[in-house]
């Protein structure tokens, strides 16, 4: 067909999971078949590298017409700019503008759920639209359990160290009790779950994010806990990864190998742990993310990432590529896409669909994640930090814990200093877009 309206998409390429440009493939496909006015081109780019190419491509004037960022990146969509210094990206709800349909596709983003919807709200609009989501849960080898006469899994930290110390007494119990990657993700969720924020302006969401609150007492005491479990021998920890893949591989084999009889990981991941604890003969739980149960629990946050729509397109391309929005988020669409990855059912819709199938009933291990997240209280702290240079932050953070799970070092002064480190990033980060020095590369994490 002549004249058709060309729409690019760029995703992320994922090195544990390639099924996202090829399914995006197909589904473009699928899509354009109903709509062959259409042209949809889906390009894979590096997941570390993808915000910086799209940074890069805006500045020639040719960024797509969609692209799907790392949720870690949302400050750096945020910024995002043209040539002429307007926003790259607008609003997916501003320009949806209230329809319930579009090219005939429905409107499903008042269906997103809510946990993945606030987190992308800015200004009381929908910024981008999400078609991955994740969150943090503790596994638990039930059959260790059980010989160590616990009758149900620990909800707390507290409830957690005193299971840990029980398997570990066992006369042929695992050598640890517990394990978990040294990783930014799970430094968010500790704070998220004590109600505690990262920066100010509500974690980056009533304004930009300009001071750090790293070295909360929320962030002290996650540090004192997971310190105290190291030193009497409760966790295990390997030192430094060589990468970030490596380590939350190590960490679901130490699981599989039952060197520990919990481990905190993505909820991505429960289908293979379930099948870890087949393999090996013993029975696996997915269980909500331990909580301190010194202050009230306020919520778990996202992983995943987000759809983010280009500004200035013709009424055409707009009509086209918010529709393609739509089609990927559709009930039976992403319902699919959990079965096939893991990723938490992005839509009611989907979640309905497939209680109606009764998937849920005969895998509630995937049920979990859903209920986490919808314990959520709606909170700054609770919807996760917005911050620039969220990947470096990241990093401060994990090489502040390494320092003090395998030195002396005083927790508390090396709090401060992890704070005042990703302060200058911060500050760095913010300069740049102000224009005050040259823009670096975008990383992240």
């Known amino acids: 067909m002549r004249n058709r309206i060309d729409i690019d998409i760029w995703v992320p390429l994922y090195p544990f999971m390639p099924y996202f440009l090829d399914r995006t493939r197909e589904l473009a496909d699928q899509f354009t078949s109903a709509h062959p006015e259409y042209r949809i081109q889906v390009t894979g780019v590096d997941w570390l590298s993808l915000p910086q190419a799209v940074h890069d491509a805006a500045r020639r004037d040719a960024a797509p017409t969609i692209a799907q960022y790392f949720y870690t990146s949302t400050q750096e969509a945020l910024d995002a700019r043209k040539p002429n ?76 160290e005193a299971a840990c ?6 006369p042929d119990g695992p050598e640890y009790g517990v394990n978990w990657p040294n990783h930014g993700w799970l430094f968010q969720q500790a704070a998220a779950q004590q109600g505690a924020l990262l920066a100010d302006h509500d974690n980056g969401r009533s304004g930009r994010a300009g001071t750090m609150r790293l070295d ?21 920890y390997r030192g430094r990864p060589t990468s970030a893949l490596s380590d939350w591989d190590a960490n679901f084999r130490a699981f599989a190998d039952q060197r520990v009889a919990f481990t905190l990981t993505t909820s991505v991941e429960a289908e293979r742990m379930i099948g870890a604890g087949r393999d090996g003969g ?7 993310m331990p909580y301190n149960e010194q202050v009230p629990y306020a919520g778990n946050v996202i992983g995943g990432d987000a759809l983010w729509l280009a500004d200035g397109l013709d009424q055409a391309a707009l009509d086209g590529a918010l529709a393609f929005m739509q089609y990927l988020n559709a ?41 986490q997240l919808a314990a959520n209280d709606g909170s700054p702290a609770a919807q996760g930090g917005v911050l620039g240079d969220f990947a470096g932050i990241q990093r401060v953070l994990t090489e502040a814990m390494h320092d003090v799970l395998v030195s002396d070092v005083d927790a ?5 200093l992890a704070n005042a ?15 005050l020095r040259a823009r670096g590369p975008i990383t992240v994490g």
């Open 216 to 236: 909360s007492d929320a962030m002290l005491a996650y540090f004192r806990w997971w310190r105290r479990l190291h030193r009497d021998g409760l966790y295990l």
């Open 331 to 371: 009930p039976r669409v992403a319902a699919d896409r959990h079965r096939d990855t893991g990723f938490i059912a992005v839509t009611d819709g989907a979640i309905r669909l497939l209680d109606e199938e009764g998937w849920f009933k005969e895998n509630p291990h995937f049920r979990t994640a859903l209920d």
């Open 85 to 160: 210094g307007e926003p790259l990206f607008t609003p997916v709800e501003r320009a949806i503008a209230g329809r319930t349909e579009i090219l005939g596709e429905p409107v499903v983003l008042d269906d997103i759920t809510p946990a993945a919807r606030r987190y992308y709200t800015f200004d009381g609009e929908v910024a981008a639209m999400p078609p991955l989501t994740s969150t943090t849960l503790l596994y638990a080898n039930t059959s260790l359990l059980a010989r160590a006469g616990i009758d149900d899994v620990p909800r707390t930290w507290a409830e957690l």
């Open 282 to 288: 013993f029975t696996v739980r997915a269980c909500r």
């Open 412 to 416: 508390r002064d090396r709090l401060g």
């Open 165 to 170: 110390r029980a398997v570990v007494a066992l």
């Open 421 to 435: 480190q990703a302060q200058r990033l911060l500050d760095d980060y913010n300069a740049a877009c102000r224009g």
